[in-house]
């Protein structure tokens, strides 16, 4: 381990305005550095002039469609996946790590019929259970306001064959950055104070049941309620959150801020609206689960690896265009370029395609743990899964000597893809949130290449508006460079690097926190 001083003295963040030139004065302009590498001059020349990121995301997002852990979509996009490794000329393969329930959307239909006749707009949330193709007709009630968990299971039983809307309504359907473009002052502080005032009585009347938000829908469902009905808003413009069902036996339906704002308000006021819901979805029983590996065999040292990381899967709002279609044609172009320009690189290239990482970084945990010998000789893991935007930001992960190589490899990429580029050394080992945190649990090097948000979080990451429209390709072929630059550049390094880990900040007891320690994934499972 580090002593304290040097800890020290590392740990403090090195940022980098422009790279290459990396002690460049701050402000400083620069010229463009020409490209004397011929490998980089032919990775230029292929990411820019032979693009393939658009006919991937067409035929990854738009044929594919989203990729639920356990759906047919999720398998189709591993074998298409593999299919296209082969066709360039890679090793590919699937390796089941494990099983999941499998489930089948179906076409579904959500209307309202009383007090007037409208479509909803809503969807299935994902394993929702089926109506079997069934039309089943309600009336819709919302949560009243109780006194206690008494009260709450007095009230129970008034559920029998009704919709039950179990989410807060909004009290404005607008973004906030809409209401500071146009609202004064005044109407801007009234409304925060009425939202906060509104969101503390929901929360408190949900505790008063004496069970969490996320177990009443078991509740419902067993005093009788034929569905229910949820509004997990973005906000954004048309964006919700879609997530997974709760209900075991019912429909769980996610429904627009708006619609669900009609029906709340009608409900309100007395006027009992009823809605007809249609669905035919299917339970498909224990289904595999596979991460899908690719390769490049190294030459000089082929047992040892540099891994190219972005995981397949993604929920089913959209069709998981950002989160993480972008990582994965990204990372498969990247490999495409590769093979074309570098087809023996030193070391091996692998290229690792993971599965349901959205539950849990299972398929990345689970290669940690099956695949040791790999683990162990592994130079560095590039992971993309952030959104459509480029590369901005790359932290060291912990690992005290990053500064190092990562600016060596940095340094060889051309300074108009680097030139945003901010690093901050030795950085914070990732303990989750993507793929890099399994191998830098198992102390490897491995760095996410964080992205530019395009509104990220809001607009795209789970919610129904993740879809191809949202991609921006000049960003993602400037990712594809970048990434294929420092692959290379990884694989042709004399030694595998240093993979000294920093000291840990204190902890509130006084002790340095310890390093994130390698946690077992998930191999079955039902929903979350």
């Known amino acids: 381990m580090l002593n304290r001083k040097t800890s020290f003295f590392l740990a403090s963040a090195v940022w980098l305005a422009t790279i290459p030139a990396l002690y460049a004065q701050r402000g400083r302009a620069q010229a463009e550095v020409p490209i004397t590498d011929p490998v980089i001059q032919q990775i230029v020349g292929e990411a820019n002039n032979n693009s393939q990121l658009e006919d991937l995301a067409f035929e990854l997002l738009d044929v594919v469609g989203p990729r639920l852990v356990g759906t047919p979509q999720m398998t189709r996009a591993n074998d298409w996946a593999l299919e296209k490794f082969k066709s360039w000329g890679l090793s590919a393969e699937k390796q089941q790590f494990g099983e999941w329930h499998g489930w089948e959307r179906g076409i579904s239909h959500i209307d309202m019929v009383h007090p007037r006749v409208k479509t909803l707009a809503g969807t299935q949330l994902a394993w929702s259970p089926s109506t079997n193709g069934k039309a089943i007709e309600g009336e819709v009630v919302t949560m009243p306001q109780w006194k206690d968990s008494l009260d709450f299971r007095k009230w129970l039983p008034s559920v029998k064959g009704k919709y039950v809307m179990i989410s807060q309504p909004q009290l404005t359907g607008r973004p906030d950055y809409n209401w500071k473009e146009y609202g004064t002052p005044e109407s801007i502080t009234r409304m925060n104070a009425q939202r906060d005032s509104l969101t503390s009585i929901w929360n408190a009347n949900v505790s008063k049941t004496g069970f969490s938000a996320n177990s009443l829908p078991s509740i419902l469902e067993d005093a009788g309620a034929v569905g229910i009905l949820t509004s997990y808003w973005s906000y954004e413009f048309g964006a919700n959150k879609i997530f997974g069902a709760r209900s075991k036996s019912v429909p769980s339906l996610d429904i627009s801020l708006e619609d669900y704002g009609i029906l709340h308000r009608l409900a309100e006021k007395g006027h009992k609206p009823r809605i007809q819901v249609e669905t035919s979805s299917k339970s498909l ?141 030795p950085g914070t080992p990732g303990g989750g949130g993507s793929d890099h945190a399994s191998f830098v649990a198992a102390g490897i090097p491995a760095f996410m290449l964080s992205s530019l948000s395009w509104g990220y979080f809001s607009i795209t990451w789970h919610t129904n508006l993740d879809t191809y429209d949202k991609l921006v390709f000049d960003d993602l072929r400037s990712n594809v460079i970048l990434t294929a630059t420092m692959a290379y550049k990884a694989s042709e390094e004399p030694e595998l690097v240093n993979r000294e880990r920093r000291v840990m900040p204190e902890g509130r007891n006084g002790q340095p926190n310890a390093w994130p320690a390698i946690r077992q994934p998930r191999r079955t499972g039902v929903g979350y």
């Open 285 to 425: 029983g224990v289904v595999p689960s596979f991460n899908t590996i690719a390769e490049i065999k190294g030459t000089e040292f082929p047992d040892e690896y540099v891994i190219l990381s972005a995981h397949l899967d993604s929920w089913e709002g959209g069709s998981g265009a950002t989160d993480n279609g972008t990582g994965t044609i990204t990372m498969m172009e990247v490999a495409r370029v590769l093979k074309k320009i570098l087809p023996n690189p030193k070391r091996t290239i692998l290229i690792g395609l993971w599965g349901s990482e959205e539950q849990g970084l299972n398929g990345s945990r689970a290669f940690v743990i099956d695949n040791p010998e790999i683990v162990e000789k592994t130079q560095a893991v590039f992971n993309l899964d952030n959104g459509t935007g480029r590369v901005v930001n790359i932290d060291g992960s912990g690992f005290v000597h990053s500064y190092d190589y990562i600016g060596r490899w940095l340094s060889a990429v051309p300074n108009n893809i680097t030139k945003e580029i901010k690093t901050s050394f």
